[in-house]
């Protein structure tokens, strides 16, 4: 729908559909809905336990700031406010499936998911709410905060410098996600950090944001901002224009690298009673797979893992599917795919999510 029909839709006509109505529309109808129209709360969804869950984390760490939270169209914590944007179609499961058929992931889908991004934006909160970037300390361990933005980066995946948490290799494209990324290692509970980055550079890191929420335990903030960015009753835009732009910048439905050895992989089958999903095969043999290719090229499952999230997703975009005949013979090839894959995503460039 083109912006000039868009505006040619009475407003009364916009308002009188509920969300009754559009839960039930197909996807072409529900993508003409303007998002302010879609009548959504964090309330009324599986996002209100999260952020409870949140709250309680910092209670327990006598962590004085809750970040207030509302709805827009992505993840993020605007500058010079102590706060967190949460996607609107996580408030809903349509909405959830929208996403899915049109990004082909649901970043923060799952209920791990979404708290290890809360997490990462609650770090970011902080950092505003007490000037923590302002601090010596912080500019010696983590960088310069006020350093541009780079539009990608080119991560080392053997770096002990940096935690590991969102992936891909996140702390590493700016002082700013570095310090987000550590903080919510420390923040999660029984994360057993100590343990798991003894003999890091990156334990410095973790130790300093844990002396400097000791610092600050039990204070208000300086930054006591309630402003709510971009919140979705205000977003005019469509579904449609939403994801064209979404689509656009992510290039969603360009071919992946990945696509021509899937296809060698798994060969067209038709969907039958014997024939099973690529994407559910390689979800259920997702950990043998990891562990395997890690021993093999002595990279961190981690990294494995991601180049394997990212084939199962082009499995499920392609519609690619296994038979009962052909399974025995997959292992020893998928090993050597993956084995390349991550060899070479080990070495590529990775975009900055801004």
């Known amino acids: ?17 509920t969300q009754a109505d559009w839960v039930s529309m197909k996807d072409e109808q529900l993508l003409d809905m303007r998002l302010c129209d879609l009548q959504l709360s964090i309330e009324d969804s599986f996002l209100a336990d999260m952020r409870n869950q949140l709250y ?30 949460i996607p ?36 970011h909160a902080f950092d505003t709410a007490y000037r923590l970037h302002r601090k ?10 006020f350093s541009p933005y780079p539009e990608s980066y080119k991560p080392k995946p053997r770096s002990k410098n940096f935690v590991l948490h969102l992936e891909p290799w996140y702390a590493q494209s700016h002082p700013s996600e570095d310090f987000a990324e550590t903080f919510a290692v420390w923040l999660k509970r029984g994360a057993g950090w100590k343990r798991k980055y003894k003999g890091w550079q990156a334990l410095k890191k973790v130790e300093l944001v844990d002396e400097m929420m000791e610092q600050i335990s039990g204070t208000a903030a300086k930054v006591k901002s309630r402003a709510k960015i971009e919140p979705i009753h ?21 071919p992946s690298v990945f696509d021509e050895d899937l296809k060698k992989l798994f060969p067209q089958t038709p969907k039958t009673r014997s024939t099973q999903s690529a994407a559910a095969f390689l979800r259920k043999n997702r950990q043998d797979l990891c562990t395997t290719v890690a021993q093999w090229t002595g990279e961190y499952r981690y990294n494995t893992n991601q180049v ?7 499995c499920r975009t392609l519609n690619l599917r296994v038979s009962e005949k052909h399974k025995s013979q997959l292992r020893q090839n998928l090993m050597i795919v993956l084995t390349v894959h991550t060899m070479n995503n080990l070495h590529g460039v990775h975009r900055v999510a801004l």
């Open 234 to 254: 205000r977003i005019k835009k469509t579904l449609r224009q939403h994801y064209a732009e979404r689509q656009s910048a992510y290039a969603v439905g360009e």
């Open 88 to 123: 609107f179609y996580l408030a809903h499961p349509r909405l959830i499936r929208l996403e899915r058929r049109k990004m082909l992931e649901v970043e923060g889908g799952t209920k791990t998911w979404c708290m290890r991004i809360l997490r990462h934006e609650t770090g």
């Open 308 to 314: 394997l999230r990212e084939m199962i997703d082009r």
């Open 136 to 145: 010596k300390k912080y500019k010696q361990v983590f960088g310069n905060y």
């Open 56 to 85: 309680a984390e910092l209670k327990e760490r006598n962590l004085r700031l809750k970040p207030h939270c509302w709805l827009s169209d992505d993840w993020f914590s605007p500058d010079g406010i102590p706060g967190i944007a």
């Open 1 to 17: 729908m083109s912006k000039s029909s868009v505006k040619s839709v009475p407003r009364k006509k916009r308002n009188s559909v």
